[in-house]
């Protein structure tokens, strides 16, 4: 069955720590992933997307995840975070090329002034 | 410009009660999809639908349905709720049904059954 899973519930850290959250998938063929984030009482926004070509991709507020198609793995990450990047991470994946996301069950993140 | 919107805000039913849930996608987006977020999970795809048509469907039963509009916006249908049916329900616009387009989301609606 096709499924996205996010190991990491909730991940507490220190400002200027690193960041990378964990997702995998569990797809076979192409398939197009995605990072959003919703920070408190805001919209689903996307943070950034594979399709395909350099597996090293780089989204929006310093961050960037890689894919790893061996590993199935698609993980987030951040050199030093802010207090501002609190918020919770959605990891997606399509497999129609349709944008029929299919999301993980997300990770909390707080980030400690 | 305005981004998705949808209608109502909030939302208080009953068991076996049906509910419409509104959607404005951006304006010039065509495609419109329905999301449903239950507390501490991702959000769950439930219909896709560009130019009028249904192009996806995610695993909801029959008593969920929708539809969209010349103007492009969208209306999400559940009948005979159940318990299991409160949920926070996003609607995302995109320009076209194309996974490079990139999808917008609204501040959905909280349904709540009781």
């Known amino acids: 069955a096709q499924s996205v899973s996010q190991h990491n519930h909730h991940v507490i850290l220190s400002e200027a720590a690193s960041l990378e959250l964990g997702c995998n998938y569990s797809?076979?063929?192409?398939?197009?992933l995605f990072w959003y984030v919703q920070y408190p009482g805001q919209h689903l926004q996307l943070l950034l997307k594979?399709?395909?070509?350099?597996?090293l991709v780089k989204g929006i507020k310093g961050f960037e995840a890689e894919f790893i198609k061996s590993k199935f793995s698609f993980n987030l990450r951040k050199p030093s975070v802010q207090w501002s990047d609190t918020a919770e991470y959605f990891c997606?994946?399509?497999?129609?090329?349709?944008?029929?996301?299919?999301f993980g069950t997300g990770t909390r993140l707080t980030v400690i002034p | 410009d305005a981004g998705v919107t949808q209608s109502p805000t909030h939302l208080i039913k009953t068991r076996g009660q049906h509910v419409t849930l509104r959607c404005s996608p951006i304006?010039?987006?065509?495609?419109v999809s329905w999301y449903q977020q239950v507390l501490g999970q991702g959000p769950q795809f439930i219909f896709q639908?560009?130019?009028?048509?249904?192009?996806g469907r995610g695993n909801f039963p029959d008593r969920f349905s929708a539809r969209q509009f010349p103007n492009y916006s969208s209306e999400l249908n559940v009948n005979a709720l159940l318990l299991g049916d409160s949920a926070l329900y996003l609607c995302?616009?995109?320009?076209?049904?194309?996974?490079?387009?990139?999808?917008?989301f609204g501040p959905g609606t909280r349904l709540t059954v009781l």
């Open positions: 995302a616009s995109s320009l076209a049904l194309a996974g490079v387009y990139e999808q917008f």
């Open positions: 797809y076979g063929g192409t398939v197009n």
């Open positions: 594979y399709f395909s070509g350099d597996p």
């Open positions: 997606a994946a399509d497999q129609t090329g349709a944008n029929n996301l299919f």
């Open positions: 304006s010039g987006h065509k495609s």
């Open positions: 639908y560009y130019e009028k048509e249904e192009r």
